[in-house]
Nanobody, 127 residues
Framework: VQLQASGGGLVQAGGSLRLSCAGS????????????MGWFRQAPGKEREFVAAVDRTGRNTYYVDSVKGRFTISRDNAKNAVYLQMNRLKPDDTAVYYC?????????????????WGQGTQVTVSS
């Protein structure tokens, strides 16, 4: 399973970005629709933190409080992809963002429940 995250960049506070995560590999092509998907982020000098997750169906989502109402996670199982729409960005959102896949299929906020990780994409929000 390979996960490729993209869409990061530099944006001013109040702006928007859309992150994408594409899954590939034979296992993901076969079982990808059954994976729960999540986004995590890690800012310089800080531990990695949960941002958002979606279950295998796409109907159940889960967000960290700090992004509720601003970020939206979604998935397109036909494309083996998951997205993170980020609006009203703040400087505190600056971090490397990672997508992850969980074989449990649920929307989990625990990184211990994710089995595959992408390489990360940098998001920088200027004030």
């Amino acid at each position: 399973v390979q996960l490729q995250a993209s869409g990061g960049g530099l944006v001013q506070a109040g702006g928007s970005l859309r992150l994408s995560c594409a899954g590939s590999g034979r296992t993901f092509s076969t079982y990808g629709m059954g994976y729960g998907m999540g986004w995590f982020r890690q800012a310089p000098g800080k531990e990695r933190e949960f941002v958002a997750a979606v279950d295998r169906t796409g109907r159940n989502t889960y967000y960290v409080d700090s992004v509720k109402g601003r970020f939206t996670i979604s998935r397109d199982n036909a494309k083996n992809a998951v997205y993170l729409q980020m609006n009203r960005l703040k400087p505190d959102d600056t971090a490397v963002y990672y997508c992850a896949a969980s074989k449990f299929g649920v929307a989990s906020d625990s990184d211990r429940e994710y089995h595959y990780w992408g390489q990360g994409t940098q998001v920088t929000v200027s004030s």
